[in-house]
């Protein structure tokens, strides 16, 4: 039986709208009530409502009964992807 580490790099791997994954910890004042990971897929434009789709059918699939994991989708350009990248948290 695969990881779930191994089972979420393959979903990535599987969706071909994915240029990057990452799994940083995040935490959004307001929006938070404590820090969690997060999965952020870099996308082009065009492709991001089909990618976060497929992405959060497959971790439903993934994640134990009950959790949730919440997908933040980037574009190529965005600002704070070198934040992200910094984290060091890359899928695969």
């Known amino acids: 039986m695969a990881t779930r580490g191994g089972r979420l790099w393959s979903l990535i791997a599987r969706t071909p709208e994915v240029i990057e994954a990452h799994l940083p910890q995040a935490f959004v004042t307001g929006a938070m009530k404590v820090p969690a990971q997060v999965l952020v897929i870099v996308v082009r434009d065009p492709d991001v409502q089909r990618a976060v789709?497929?992405?959060?059918?497959?971790?439903?699939?993934?994640?134990?009964?009950?959790r949730h994991m919440d997908v933040w989708p980037m574009s190529p350009s965005d600002g704070l992807l070198p934040s992200v990248r910094g984290a060091d948290c890359r899928v695969g």
């Open 53 to 66: 789709e497929k992405i959060g059918s497959g971790l439903t699939r993934i994640l134990p009964s009950g």
